[in-house]
């Protein structure tokens, strides 16, 4: 096992009308910003349930936190958090909101131009505002981290940045309140948590037998659910465990000592940066293109993943990993998530693209091995194709 420091200080509160117990969490005296998304909170009348549980303190709210959070509009957000002096923040939906806030709290105090925290890897974040969150999108695990992706609409770029001063002080989990999502958020909740157990699990052995038998938990349980959690009308315990799995997806504890990839995602944020596609999707594009052209350096990982997650015990060693990548792919494709670049009417011109977009970026060296470089993504993307 690798070597590790594991700290997690998120508060989780989970259940149903959880929202009334915000008057606990948040301080009594704070002059709080409630921030959301492009409407759905106001809609679903979960905006209401936050205004009305906060209801002793002074409020202001920011909305319009698009999908893929943008610099441009955050940086609105940070001008009225200094203004009115608000000393508390409270993200309402899904990741690109709770990631949003993570962005202004710590731009907030930041000397500088704030662009340099999600830019320069060089940054340290060296304090923030403190916010919590109210979860209303299973998927992106940002409930219960420290990391945040940030889009720049000027530049079409999306990086991420992440500091222990951005973990939430609370989360609340109710997951009734997924049960307005339209199928299309579900869907994209299961591949973006499996993704993320996927990076995390896909690389070498390192002799981490809870954390492996741990991410196989969460990827069968994701396979089990999968069928339920989409169904209409929702089924409560189905939305629960997906809420639950999603968020130990990626809070620290399955990545502590083990080797990470994070490649499918570096490759996706420049698939959705450039063409708008949802996070998920850019995922399931291009990760079976990427265990299939990783496949030798990932041999010993593949093998077991094919055994224990997909019940693969047959043919020989390449069968059985072409039987997994194929199963992997299907599961995406099960919950009605396209797999091919052609599917999202790209074709061979947006290879190129891409691979310009990521050597800006200087994702030049990605994967646990940091043996993807530019002609490797380049493969993994035609492979896509
Ligand atoms: O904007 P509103 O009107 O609120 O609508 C949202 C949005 O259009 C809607 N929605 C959310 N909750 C709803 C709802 N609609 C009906 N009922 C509800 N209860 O869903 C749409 C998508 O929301 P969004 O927050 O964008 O989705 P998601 O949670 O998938 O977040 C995606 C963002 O998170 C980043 C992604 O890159 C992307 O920007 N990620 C963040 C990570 C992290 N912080 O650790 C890791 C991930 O890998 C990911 O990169
Ligand atoms: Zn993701």
């Known amino acids: 096992m690798l070597d590790f420091e594991f700290c997690n200080p998120t508060k989780i509160i989970f259940g149903r ?7 606990e969490q948040v301080p009594a005296n704070a002059r709080v910003l409630v921030l959301y998304g492009g409407g759905s909170a106001r809609k679903t009348g979960t905006l209401d349930e936050v205004i009305q549980a906060l209801a002793k303190r002074e409020v202001h709210e920011f909305a319009g936190i698009e999908a893929n959070p943008t610099f ?3 940086m609105g957000a940070v001008e009225l958090v200094r203004n009115e002096g608000i000393d508390f923040l409270l993200a309402v939906g899904g990741g690109s909101v709770i990631d949003g806030v993570k962005f202004v709290a710590a731009a907030v105090p930041y000397q500088g131009d704030p662009w340099e925290i999600v830019e320069s890897s060089k940054v340290k974040v060296r304090s923030a505002v403190p916010f919590g969150s109210v979860l209303t999108l299973p998927a992106t695990g940002s409930e219960m981290n420290k990391v945040s992706v940030i889009s720049r609409r000027e530049t079409q770029t999306k990086l991420a940045f992440d500091s222990p001063h951005v973990f939430p002080k609370f989360s609340i989990l ?3 309140k997924t049960f307005t999502l339209p199928q299309r ?3 994209n909740g299961i591949v973006d948590a499996f993704s993320h157990v996927v990076e995390q699990y896909l690389t070498y052995p390192v002799e981490a037998r809870a954390q492996d038998r741990f991410a196989e938990g969460l990827m069968l349980t994701l396979i089990e659910i999968a069928p339920k959690a989409l169904v209409e009308p929702p089924d409560y315990n ?6 639950w799995v999603a968020t130990l997806a990626l809070n620290g504890l399955i990545g502590a000592g083990v080797p990470q990839d994070w ?3 570096r490759i996706g944020h420049e698939l959705t940066a450039l063409y708008e596609i949802d996070h998920a999707r850019t995922l399931a ?11 030798a350096a990932k041999k010993d990982k593949l093998l077991q993943y094919a055994e224990r997650v997909w019940n693969i015990t047959e043919g020989d060693e390449e069968e059985r990993i072409e039987k997994a990548i194929t199963e992997t792919r299907a599961f995406f494709e099960g919950v009605g998530i396209k797999t091919r670049l052609s599917d999202y009417d790209l074709g061979p011109e947006a290879v190129g693209a891409i691979v310009k977009q990521l050597e800006e970026h200087d994702m030049v060296a990605l994967g646990e091995r940091k043996d993807i470089t530019l002609e490797v993504s380049r493969t993994i993307l035609e492979g896509a194709l």
């Not at 009308?17 to 008057?23: F, N, R, S, W």
């Open 17 to 23: 009308d959880t929202i009334a117990k915000l008057d």
């Open 72 to 74: 441009e509009t955050l």
């Open 174 to 176: 109710d997951p009734s």
């Open 185 to 187: 958020q579900i869907a």
């Open 238 to 243: 189905a939305r629960s465990n997906l809420m």
């Open 263 to 265: 490649a499918s995602h």
């Open 285 to 295: 594009v291009v990760m079976p293109s990427l265990m299939n052209v990783c496949r």
